[in-house]
DNA sequence: AAACACCATGCATACGTATGCATTTTGCTC
DNA sequence: GAGCAAAATGCATACGTATGCATGGTGTTT
């Protein structure tokens, strides 16, 4: 019991050649029924398990999908992205259904991580999730390329590079959140969220939210727009310089769930009534988003489709074929930060 | 630029054999310092990486741990147990910080996933995690060790096998809490959580709860506790019995957050005002619970510590030293559910 | 009964690395 | 310059599996 079982040891047992036992428990059409059940029955009263390391190297195929996580630099570690942590969660579970095993591992935007999965045959592609500094990824996403490895990434189309990309309609997302505060009757509206460097989803956010205001002959102030990256921290810390300045509004929607609430806590903190004063809406809908106070109104992303599309479009570039970019709709998910 | 690079290619331009490379690379002092830095510029220059399965193989270690998470089988998708959430973002971080890659995956409690992950070598040890049926687990628990593998759980210790286990002072976690509801003054207690069978982390709680009831000279009403798994809903649901079985208390601590938040929930749709009727606590501190109304005053686990001492623990199995099983204690994190 | 096709199995080898052992090179002593 | 120890390198092989090719066995055809 000791010592681990080989594809000998089982092919002695059976009375039968290792090459017999490899194929009987690949399930090959060349070996026999009866020989494949034999084999099988002794493999599993043996505990017998294929070495998954010699079956890589002979096969060159690892079984195994790596997901990066890149995180927000100034995240700090007791809140990490709770919309990252559904994805990693929805694709954890399609790996599972697919039978591939997943390696999960945050990395630094900075670091070699290009190289260090489909080189060393740890991983049979790669799945980038993760806000970023664009300018950088991008680099690496050439890299990327030239080395012909598999990967998909979550988030907005990179129109200038072949690769395969699951995100949301953002614009239309954040066309749709605003809709329904004008709707709701908002006039002067507020967006916090980083809108000029490196995080085209927030940009087409703000896009689809402009887009929204234009429509109805209201105005776009510019000045009401101020920077943020995706935690609570950042939202209060945006929200809290528009109040000092003195501005005024009657609606505000953060560019992610975090950074509406912590938007929302600074309104709150400084006499703001919600959504009385002001309606707050976000953008995800995290599984904080339905417990905060007043609930917030946010664009659901589907993190469970989400995560079942990126997998599957791995494989598909992992098996030789062609994937497509794919955009998935945001469901406007009504609570009442926004008023009704 | 296409064909893999392997070793012989790097001993080519290197002019050296490929044990060279191979001891260059690892740093082995039986190669000259020049050659090895030689060896390595080169190596580098052609964006050569070891191949993982081969040198899996060789040296029999994988270089990877192995997490195995348990969920409630009640357990919707789109609210995983955030508190796992958190802490498998600590032990992704520990697993990087240690050089180890860290395979992900969520496992049926009844799967045969005990031999799945030592035998394949896929990982040179597990980490388990999850609330689990008591019973069940321990027959796989009890196979584990037969099989020598290396193995680390979360949770309560289990004191009739050989299990490193890290877990919280959960007794003492549930006495924190309901001192301070009495200090508070409150008088009679409603404890929802599964108590009888198989979550010996509830029912610590429990314990430590009665034990905080018992030394005030109060009395521990039996009919007022009241069976949840840890989910929103089946806090709900449970909390929603005892209103409407009509009984009375004014205070109420649920065996996680995500309970006591449908506990609160359920006391708040009802026309109970959490904290004036009735104060409420959980346990964990899971992100959400800064961010409920009103906020939720809990016994908050240190995950980020969590997850270092479970993965520092493995390591030391996995290097054939000893491990202790090892007990955190919690902080009493107040907030307004709770009154003060 | 010979010839043949076909199915099932075995043999031999390669995947890319790490390491024990043999061998060469270097540096030093007398 | 001979002799020797130590340092550096090379050779050969094993890790456990999967698979191309050769071989053996069975049934069918003429």
Redesign the interface.
Known sequence: ??S?QTSFDIAYRAGVSQSTVSRALRNSPLVNEETRLRVQAIAKEL????????S??RTQQ?G?LALLLFEDPTND????N?FF??M???I??AC?TKGY??????QEMSADWH??FE????ADGIILLGYGDYNEYEEKLIQLI???TCFVRWGAEVKELQVVSVGCDNLHGGFQLTEHLINNGRKTFAFVGGVSCGQPEFLDRYLGHSKAIENHQLTVDKGLQVDAVSTEESGYQAALSLIQQGKKFDALMGASDLIA?GAMRALQENGYKVPEDVAVVGFDDI??AS????PLTTAKQDT?LAGELLVDKLLQLVNGEVAETQLMTTDLVIRKSCGS
Not at 101 to 106: C, T
Not at 291 to 294: E, G, I, M, R
């Open positions: 019991m000791k681990k505990n017998y398990k294929v070495d998954k390391n010699a890589s190297l690892s195994t570690d007791s809140l990490i709770p942590m559904s990693l969660a929805s954890t579970r599972a095993d997943l390696l999960v591992s945050f190289a260090d080189d060393t045959r740890k030239e080395q012909d609430l599984p904080i417990f905060t106070f007043p469970m």
